[in-house]
C-alpha cells in the first residue's frame, strides 16, 4: 500500500513541475462538460424525455463518460507497440515478469493518478456546479468495482491492439479506429438509450458497453437492485475474463513469430 | 584587418531559470512561484576570427561552446554584447546570413530523416539555390575525399553515427558558406571514423579557404585540425592563443588511472604526500579518487617519468589493475587555473 | 514573386520525395487511411444517433447539420494534409531538434511544416466532397459557378482559421513546459465546429465567434448556402477574419521561435 501511495505521489509532484499544463488539464475537463451542458441543453430544448431519459439523466451519463474515458485511457496500445518497433521489447522479455502484467501494472498508477486529479474533481464539479443529480441506490455500491473492471476491459483492448504492432507498423490507423469504435458503440458520446432498439440488441453483446455504459448506468438508472447490479459485474467480469483470454493467446502466437524472425 | 569574419566583444548569454523546491509541498508553491535564478552559459567574451582559420573552441561539458555557437548561427540571441558574423548580426538577419554559414550540430542530423541522403541533398541544392555546376563539383570532391556514393540511395535513417556525421558535414559545404561551425562533430565516434572526419575537415578548408570554428571537448582533434584554440569554461574564455603552447604543455601530461585493492577514505592523500615526497613537490603529482573507482594519478612526462611512478605505486599499494591515458580536458582546465599557461 | 516560385518548387520536390519515402510503407498508408475513415464520419454517426430521437438541433435538420459537417471536413484538409507536424512541435522543442530549423536561408515556418504532408488528408477530402454532394442534393442545392467560387473562398479563410487556432495551440510549447493539454483543449474545441454556434448562448456564443473562432470553421460560412437569406452580417467577415487569424498565428509563431532557448549541450 505504501509503494503504491509512494507512487501516486510520485506522479503527482512529477504533473505539478508541469505547472500551467496542469491548469490547462483541469480548465479542459471543466470547459467540456460546461460544451456538452449546452449541447445537450439545446437537444432537450422543448422536451421532457427522450427515449425514457431526462436531461438530467442524459447530462450526468454523457459528462461522466467524459470523466471515464480519463480513468480507462491507458495508452497502452502505444506503449507497447513502442516496445515492438523499437525493439526495446526484447529486454521486456528477459524479466522475469509476466508481459501482460507487466504493462498492466504500469498503466494501474496512471489510472489512479487520472481518478484523482481528473475524474473524480470533474464529477463533484458537475455534481456540485450544475445540480445534476446520481441515483442514490445500491448502483452507488457497486460502482468501485464497475469502475474497476471496466479499466481492465479497456486495456485487455489496447493489449491486444498494441501486440497487432508485431505483424504492422501502423499503430495510427489500428489505434484511431479501436478508439472511435469505442467511444461510439459504448455510450461514450451518447446514451446507448438513444441508439435505435435493433442497434441497441446488438451493442449490448459487445464488450464496449462493458466500459461506458454499464458504469454509468448503475450512476443514473433509477430502481436498480441488487440482482441488477451483480448482473452488470458478471457482465463485465466475463469480458474481462475473455478479453485478457484472447491476449495472452494473440501473444503466444506473436511472439513466436519474434523469436523466427528476430523481431 | 577586413578579413575578420567573426567578431566577439564583450559578448554574454543569460539563461533564467526556475529554482524548484524540495518535496510536495514545494512542488504545489512551486505552481505559482517566481524565484528564478540566471545560469551564465556565456560570460562576457572577446575575440576576432579571421576567414580562412580554422579555430577549436574547446572546453569541458557545460562550458557554453554550444550557446557560443548558437548565438553565432542566429538561433540565440545575445543577452549583452557585439557579435558580428560576416559584418552582420546573425540573429537580426537569420535568413540572410544562413545563406552564408553551414552548420553541424554533433549527433543531431539536419538531413531528412527518411529520405535517401542524395535527396537530402538535391532539396539543400534547392533551398541554397545552388547552381548545378557547382553542386556537381562539391559532391565530386566528396566522392573523392570520402567513399560516399554508396550510401546515397540509403534512406538517413539507416546510416550509422559515423556515416551520418559524413554525409551532415559534406551537407554543411554544398552551398560554398565562407564560415562553418562543426559542434562536437566527432561525439560518440571510434577513432577511424574519427580520423576520416578530421581529413575531410582540413580538406574543405584548404580547397574553399573556408573558417571553420570546432567545438570539442577531445584534445585529440584540435592537435590534428587546428592552429589556434580557444579554451573556454564556466562561459570565461581561459585560454586564446596558439595551439602549440598547450600541446607542448599538455602532450607531455598522462594520467595514470590504478584500481586500488581495498580502497580507504585518506589513501589518495597519503599517496599523494608519498609521491611528494618520493618525486620532489615540483614534480606536481596530482592525486585523485573519481566516482569510478579509479584513482588518477597526473603526472607532466618531462618532469618525472611515467614508468617510475608507475613502479612507486605499484610497489606502495596492492594495485588491481592500470591503465594509462591522456589527459582529460577538465584536468586541463584545472592546470591553466593552476598558473600552466602563465 | 521569385520567392514564391521558389518556394512552391521547394515544397513540391520536398513533398513529392517525402510521399515516395512514405508509400515504402503502403500496409501502414492504407490502414492509417481507414482510421481517418472512422473518425471522420464518427461525428456523423453521432448525429445519426441523435436524430433517430430529436427532429432538429437548435432548428438545423439534419441533412443541414451534414452540409455543414462536410463544410467542416474540407475546411481543416490543408490543416491536415501541410500543417501536420505541429503535432511533433513539442517534441521537437523539448528534445532540441527544433534548432535545426533556424539554420536555413528560407522562412521557418514554411521549412518546419514541409517536414510532413499527412497523406491521410485525402479521406477527409473525399468524404468531405461526398457529403458536400450528398447534403446538397437533399436540400435541394444547385452549385453554379458563382457558388462554386464562394464556397472556394469561404474554404479558403475557414481553413485559415482552422489552421490558425491549432498553430497558436502548438505554439504554447514554446512557453509552457508539457503543452499537450493546451493541444488537447483546442481540439476538443475545434470538435465542436460543426454544430450550430446557436446552441451557445452569450459569453460561449461571443467566445466562439471572436476569441476563439470556431464558428467559422464551418458554420456561419455555410450560411451562405444553406440559408441564403438570411445570412449573418458576420459572415461576409469570413476572409477578414481567416486572413487575421493567420496573422495573429505566424505572429504568436514567430514570438515563439525567438523566445525559445534550446534545451542545452
Ligand atoms: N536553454 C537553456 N536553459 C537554461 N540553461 C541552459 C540552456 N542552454 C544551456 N544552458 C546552460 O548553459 C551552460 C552551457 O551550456 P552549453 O553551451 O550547452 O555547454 P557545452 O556545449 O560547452 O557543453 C550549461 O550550464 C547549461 O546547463
Ligand atoms: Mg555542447
Known amino acids: 500500500m505504501k509503494s503504491y501511495f509512494a507512487l501516486v505521489r510520485g506522479s503527482f509532484m512529477a504533473i505539478m513541475m508541469y505547472r500551467l499544463s496542469f491548469f490547462f488539464t483541469v480548465i479542459g475537463n471543466l470547459l467540456y462538460i460546461v460544451l456538452l451542458y449546452f449541447l445537450w441543453s439545446s437537444i432537450y430544448r422543448g422536451v421532457e424525455t427522450i427515449r425514457g431519459m431526462s436531461f438530467n439523466q442524459a447530462f450526468v451519463y454523457v459528462a461522466l463518460a467524459g470523466s471515464i474515458f480519463t480513468m480507462v485511457k491507458t495508452w497502452a496500445d502505444w506503449e507497447i507497440s513502442w516496445h515492438i518497433t523499437s525493439g526495446s521489447i526484447i529486454m521486456d522479455l528477459v524479466k522475469p515478469l509476466d508481459f501482460q502484467f507487466y504493462f498492466l501494472s504500469q498503466t494501474v498508477g496512471f489510472m489512479a493518478f487520472n481518478f484523482i486529479m481528473i475524474a473524480l474533481p470533474s464529477a463533484l464539479v458537475l455534481l456540485l456546479f450544475f445540480g445534476a443529480d446520481v441515483e442514490m441506490g445500491v448502483g452507488l455500491l457497486f460502482l468501485p468495482a464497475g469502475l474497476i473492471l471496466a479499466f481492465l476491459i479497456s486495456f485487455a483492448i489496447d493489449y491486444i491492439i498494441g501486440l497487432t504492432s508485431f505483424y504492422t507498423e501502423s499503430i495510427w490507423g489500428i489505434s484511431m479506429t479501436k478508439e472511435i469504435i469505442t467511444t461510439l458503440l459504448s455510450g461514450a458520446l451518447v446514451p446507448l438509450q438513444f441508439f ?9 453483446l459487445l464488450p464496449f458497453q462493458a466500459i461506458y455504459h454499464i458504469p454509468l448506468t448503475m450512476l443514473t438508472a433509477p430502481n436498480l437492485d441488487v440482482r441488477a447490479c451483480l448482473g452488470l459485474l458478471g457482465t463485465q467480469v466475463v469480458w474481462v475474463v475473455l478479453l485478457f483470454l484472447a491476449g495472452r493467446l494473440l501473444f503466444t502466437r506473436a511472439s513466436r513469430v519474434l523469436m523466427v524472425s528476430g523481431g | 584587418m577586413n578579413d575578420t569574419v567573426v567578431h566577439v566583444d564583450h559578448l554574454s548569454k543569460h539563461f533564467r531559470i526556475l529554482n524548484r523546491r524540495e518535496g510536495l509541498g514545494g512542488a504545489i508553491r512551486d505552481l505559482f512561484s517566481a524565484d528564478y535564478k540566471t545560469v551564465r552559459a556565456v560570460d562576457d567574451i572577446s575575440f576576432d576570427i579571421q576567414a580562412g582559420e580554422i579555430v577549436g573552441y574547446i572546453g569541458p561539458n557545460g562550458a557554453g561552446k554550444s550557446t557560443t555557437i548558437k548565438m553565432m548561427t542566429g538561433v540565440l540571441k545575445p543577452s549583452d554584447g557585439t557579435l558580428l558574423v560576416s559584418g552582420n548580426e546573425p540573429y537580426a538577419n537569420r535568413r540572410r546570413n544562413a545563406q552564408t554559414m553551414g552548420v553541424v550540430f554533433g549527433q543531431r542530423t539536419q538531413l531528412w530523416w527518411d529520405l535517401p541522403v542524395i535527396e537530402s541533398f538535391r532539396i539543400l541544392k534547392e533551398i541554397y539555390r545552388v547552381d548545378d555546376a557547382t553542386y556537381e563539383k562539391h559532391l565530386g570532391m566528396f566522392n573523392e ?20 556525421m559524413l554525409c551532415d558535414i559534406t ?13 562536437e562533430p566527432s561525439i560518440g565516434l571510434d577513432v577511424s571514423v574519427k580520423s576520416k572526419i578530421r581529413s575531410v575537415i582540413r580538406e574543405l578548408n584548404r580547397a574553399q579557404r573556408t573558417t571553420i570554428i570546432l567545438t570539442t571537448h577531445d584534445l585529440g582533434d584540435v592537435e590534428a585540425l587546428c592552429r589556434r ?69 597526473t603526472v607532466n612526462q618531462d618532469q618525472v617519468p611515467l614508468f617510475d611512478v608507475l613502479r612507486f605505486v605499484m610497489e606502495t599499494l596492492p594495485i588491481k589493475d592500470v591503465r594509462i591515458v591522456e589527459i582529460s580536458m577538465e584536468n586541463v582546465v584545472q592546470q591553466i587555473y593552476d598558473g600552466a599557461l602563465k | 514573386m521569385r520567392t514564391l516560385l521558389h518556394y512552391v518548387r521547394l515544397y513540391v520536390l520536398i513533398a513529392t520525395q517525402y510521399v515516395k519515402a512514405r508509400m515504402q510503407y503502403r500496409a501502414d498508408f492504407w490502414i492509417s487511411s481507414v482510421g481517418m475513415v472512422f473518425t471522420s464520419i464518427a461525428t456523423v454517426f453521432v448525429f445519426w444517433v441523435l436524430f433517430h430521437s430529436i427532429p432538429d438541433l437548435a432548428g438545423w435538420s439534419f441533412d443541414e447539420i451534414l452540409f455543414i459537417y462536410a463544410f467542416y471536413l474540407l475546411s481543416v484538409v490543408p490543416l491536415q494534409l501541410f500543417f501536420d507536424n505541429i503535432w511533433q512541435l513539442r517534441f521537437h522543442v523539448v528534445e532540441g531538434s527544433f534548432i535545426k530549423y533556424y539554420l536555413r536561408p528560407i522562412n521557418m515556418m514554411f521549412y518546419y511544416m514541409s517536414d510532413m504532408v499527412d497523406l491521410k488528408g485525402w479521406v477527409q477530402l473525399a468524404l468531405g466532397v461526398f457529403m458536400l454532394i450528398y447534403a446538397s442534393q437533399r436540400l435541394g442545392l444547385t452549385w453554379n459557378l458563382w457558388r462554386l467560387g464562394v464556397l472556394g473562398m469561404a474554404l479558403f479563410s475557414s481553413s485559415l482559421v482552422a489552421i490558425s487556432i491549432l498553430t497558436i495551440a502548438a505554439c504554447a510549447t514554446f512557453w509552457i513546459v508539457g503543452s499537450f493539454p493546451v493541444m488537447d483543449l483546442a481540439l476538443k474545441i475545434r470538435d465542436f465546429s460543426p ?3 446557436t446552441i451557445f448562448d452569450g459569453f460561449f456564443r461571443f467566445l466562439f465567434t471572436y476569441l476563439i473562432p470556431i464558428g467559422f470553421v464551418a458554420f456561419y460560412p455555410s450560411q451562405f448556402f444553406l440559408r441564403p437569406e438570411q445570412v449573418p452580417l458576420l459572415t461576409y467577415f469570413s476572409p477578414l477574419m481567416g486572413i487575421g487569424s493567420f496573422a495573429l498565428a505566424y505572429f504568436v509563431w514567430t514570438k515563439g521561435v525567438n523566445s525559445y532557448t534550446g534545451t542545452g549541450s
Open chain 2, 145 to 164: 575525399l570520402v567513399d560516399l556514393k554508396a550510401l546515397y540511395s540509403q534512406p538517413v535513417r539507416k546510416l550509422s553515427l559515423g556515416q551520418r
Open chain 1, 196 to 204: 435505435p432498439d435493433a442497434a441497441q440488441r446488438i451493442l449490448r
Open chain 2, 229 to 297: 584554440i580557444i579554451i573556454i569554461d564556466k562561459g570565461k574564455i581561459i585560454y586564446d592563443g596558439p595551439i602549440g603552447k598547450v600541446t607542448a604543455l599538455f602532450g607531455a601530461y598522462r594520467t595514470l588511472k590504478v584500481q586500488i585493492h581495498n580502497y580507504k577514505e585518506g589513501t589518495s592523500d597519503q599517496l599523494e604526500a608519498a609521491l611528494g615526497a618520493r618525486f620532489g613537490g615540483d614534480a606536481a603529482i596530482a592525486v585523485e579518487h573519481t566516482e569510478t573507482g579509479w584513482t588518477d594519478v
Open chain 2, 171 to 183: 551537407a554543411s559545404f554544398l552551398h560554398n558558406p565562407r564560415i562553418v561551425f562543426l559542434d
Open chain 3, 195 to 197: 454544430y450550430p454556434m
